[in-house]
């Protein structure tokens, strides 16, 4: 059967892959002129190491999988609130890998062949029928298919095509540096693994190794105002749009954050400006309410953009890849509409509620003053077994 995959981000590619190796004949269609993945690191959760299991592709990830420390959430001066042990959690839920989102891609990508991928071909609309859908790039169509996957990320256009009364995106008000260094040299970075969280300005500050080698750090905070209200198209683009530079958005996360533990202004300093990336957080302004129509599904941000507090976005693409790729296992062109019900049913439900989790997780984290307080007393007296079987029933897939 012939497939269509719109989009060469993570979920599209892993689709890609899945559904090429169940034997049907599928074309990946990326606008940009080459394959890639921009930007530091990424982290995989165990749910979606699983997902990459089912599709083989976890190999890449497994390898950067943490292998010890006490990772949690901590205070600004780095004091534990609420910290577990690596090793423990890894024996109970599966632990976190944090890989490199470049190296995460090609390797992924690796299980396509070169001829089944055209890039530089932005797809503009999909014009389904009742035998197939036509695939519309530059006016003019480019494929017929008789099943369309549009995985063309948090500023889908093929949403918004199928689904012209959907809101679309709206800002979170928070604005994310991310920055990838190697580890420095007799500087115990452990002392601050995990998030470090300021109850007076509800910034936020991540740090995470990738591999024995590297470092992967992030902030949240409140978004400087700007003079654009529009949403950007992707969360890359934002570089370019209205935000700060990365020159000027690190010098105000370290006057910002210039009274934390002193390691994070270290590290922060340590990145040169060209290697940190700076995104305004957006995210799905209401649930979808379908992942699927017709003989076309949405996958990936394209049909759950949430913000990354939970680390989920990626892992919940690559849960849709695995899920699409077994409804789709021997199908024909007869009964893809079923299927795609099918995959809109299993997947809907659970990548909404971590939607909404994440949500709540962002409005947690970024809280500041009294409730700020209260949060980081009930943090305390949590035993880390609960936090762990919390995190077990987000990861459950
Ligand atoms: C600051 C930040 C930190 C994050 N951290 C994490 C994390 O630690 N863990 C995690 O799991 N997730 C994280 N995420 C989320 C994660 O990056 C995304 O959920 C994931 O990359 C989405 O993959 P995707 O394939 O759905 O979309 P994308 O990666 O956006 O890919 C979409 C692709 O479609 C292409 N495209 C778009 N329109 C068209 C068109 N019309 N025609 C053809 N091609 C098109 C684009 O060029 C792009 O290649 C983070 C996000 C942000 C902003």
């Not at 981000?9 to 269609?29: I, M, Q, S």
């Not at 089912?54 to 949690?72: K, N, Q, T, W």
Request: hydrophobic share 45%; aromatic share 4%.
């Amino acid at each position: 059967m012939r497939i269509v995959v719109v989009g060469a981000g993570l979920g599209g590619v892993a689709a890609a892959v899945g559904l090429h190796r169940l034997g049907h004949e599928v074309t990946l269609f990326e606008r940009g002129a080459e394959l890639r993945e921009a930007g530091t690191g990424i982290a995989i959760m165990p749910n979606g190491q699983r997902a990459l299991d089912a599709l083989g592709l976890a190999g890449d990830v497994r390898r950067h999988a943490m292998r010890g420390g006490r990772m949690g959430l901590r205070d600004r001066l780095g004091r534990p609130l609420l910290v577990a042990d690596v090793v423990r959690a890894q024996q109970e839920v599966g632990t976190v890998a944090v890989v490199e989102r470049a190296l995460l891609h090609r390797g992924l990508r690796a299980g396509l062949p070169a001829g089944l991928v055209r890039t530089a071909t932005p797809v503009e609309r999909l014009e389904p029928d009742p035998t197939g859908v036509s695939v519309i790039s530059d006016g003019e169509p480019v494929a017929r298919a008789e099943a369309v996957i549009a995985a063309d990320g948090i500023g889908s256009r093929l949403r918004g095509q199928l689904f012209p009364g959907h809101p679309g995106l709206c800002r979170t008000g928070r604005m994310d540096l991310r920055g990838m260094l190697p580890r420095p040299a007799g500087l115990a970075t452990d002392l601050i693994a995990g998030q470090l969280v300021d109850r007076r300005s509800g910034a936020m500050f991540g740090l995470f190794p990738v591999g024995e080698e590297r470092l992967y750090w992030f902030t949240d905070s409140a978004l400087p105002e700007t003079p654009h209200k529009t949403p950007p198209e992707t969360p890359s683009e934002t570089q370019h749009g209205a935000l700060p530079g990365a020159q000027e958005a690190r010098r105000q996360m370290l006057s910002l954050m210039a009274d934390w533990h002193p390691l994070v202004t270290e590290l922060i300093e340590a990145t040169p400006a060209a290697d940190i990336y700076v995104d305004a957080i957006t995210r799905l302004a209401a649930p979808l309410p379908s992942y699927a129509a017709g003989r076309i599904a949405l996958l990936g941000d394209a049909a759950h953009a949430m913000p990354p507090d939970l680390g989920q976005g990626a892992s919940q693409a690559f849960e849709d890849a695995a899920a699409l790729t077994r409804h789709l296992s021997g199908a024909e062109p007869a009964d893809v509409a079923e299927r795609l019900l099918r995959y809109d049913a299993e997947r809907r439900p659970r990548a909404n509620r971590l939607m909404r989790a994440a949500s709540r997780q962002s409005r947690l984290t970024s809280q500041t003053g009294a409730a700020a307080w209260v949060r980081d007393a009930l943090l305390r007296a949590v035993p880390s077994r609960l936090a762990t079987r919390q995190l077990a029933a987000l990861w459950h897939a």
